[in-house]
């Protein structure tokens, strides 16, 4: 047998980077159930977090990404207390924004004037300042991850990014982002491989909440 020896009291040469990507599980809630005057989350809040936390206690999570209004942050925060020394990131790509307003002709006639007229109704900064967010919504938190190594990652957000990046997996036209909703603290799973389309996993889960935590945030009238 030929070959070449190391040399005696050398160490070996460290392995080159790796210069792949490997895939993101990035895990989407949407905060607490919110006070009505939206300054922080409910007793029921509360423990719609501490649930999700301990909901995922066995995910190898590297980071918690949040938006920066008061009740993902608390959702995050509460969450964060039942894991194990996750890192916890505050983010405007993960606030409350309209992610896209859609033309007239993106609409079904019979109901585009009422949803312009609801969607008009939202602040201007959130209007204008949206589609920017998004857009780095999609670059900071989605797609595979540089290295060889899966990622685990959590963002808590609001109804509207939720429904964005469900969206952007589905590779739907942007304005079905609209009719898309999510219950407070409830979970989405979307799995970033590389070279493959992103998957959906699951979708407003809600196994780790009692019954009397279920469905809020919803719309009354299509409560389960």
Known sequence: MTGTAPTPGRPPAPAPPSSGTATRHLYVTRHGEATPDES??????????????????????????????????????????????????????????????????????????????????????ERTAGPALAREALARFTGPVPGDEPRHELLVTHNFLVAWLVREALEAPPHRWLGLNHCNAALTLIRYAPGRPATIVFYNDLRHLPEDLHWTGFPPELRG
């Open 40 to 125: 922080g989350l409910t007793a029921k809040g509360r423990r719609q977090a501490a649930l999700l936390g301990e909901r995922l206690r066995d995910i190898p999570l590297s980071a918690i990404h949040h938006g920066p209004l008061p009740r993902a942050e608390q959702t995050a925060l509460l969450a964060a207390d039942r894991l194990d020394g996750v890192p916890v990131h505050r983010s405007a790509a993960a606030g409350d924004y309209l992610p896209y307003v859609p033309g007239r002709d993106e609409l079904p006639p019979e109901t585009a004037d009422a949803t312009l007229e609801r969607l008009a109704a939202f602040p201007e900064e």
